[in-house]
């Protein structure tokens, strides 16, 4: 499941709204939903993610949050390390090949790790 999958089935639930209603509502099919909600599928398409916003009628800062997570949601992403420090290639590949064996608390660690020092690393620009 996705980040955006998860905040789309959350409100889903909290507005008692079934994938199917969903759907019909958004004029697509209850197994693209689906397949998006899992990850199965790659981001939607702006277009569609605004007709979501307006379907639940969210606005201002749940919007926006939607929004970040439909842009860090896509389930198939390619990394370009080539002209990096080596060790961006062997962080790209050790993760590529294990992250399916990681445990969520390990996986949540090492986002806010990366999160931790990107951040770190602009206030020095």
């Known amino acids: ?7 789309l089935r959350e409100l889903r639930a909290s507005r008692s709204i079934s994938l199917k209603e969903m759907a019909e509502g958004l004029n697509i099919s209850s197994a693209y939903l689906s397949a998006l909600e899992h990850g199965k599928r790659g981001k939607p ?14 606005i201002w800062d ?11 949601s896509d389930p198939k992403i390619t990394i370009d390390t080539g002209g990096m420090a080596p060790e961006a290639t062997e ?3 050790r993760l590529a090949k294990e ?27």
């Open 91 to 93: 962080l790209t590949n």
């Open 45 to 58: 398409t702006w277009y569609l993610l605004h007709r979501m916003i307006a379907f639940f009628n969210i």
């Open 99 to 125: 992250i399916g064996t990681l445990s969520p608390q390990a996986l949540e660690y090492l986002k806010n790790e990366i999160i931790r020092n990107s951040t770190k690393n602009k206030g020095q620009d």
């Open 1 to 7: 499941m996705t980040p955006l999958g998860a905040k």
């Open 62 to 72: 749940e919007a926006e949050e939607l929004q970040r997570l439909a842009e860090i």
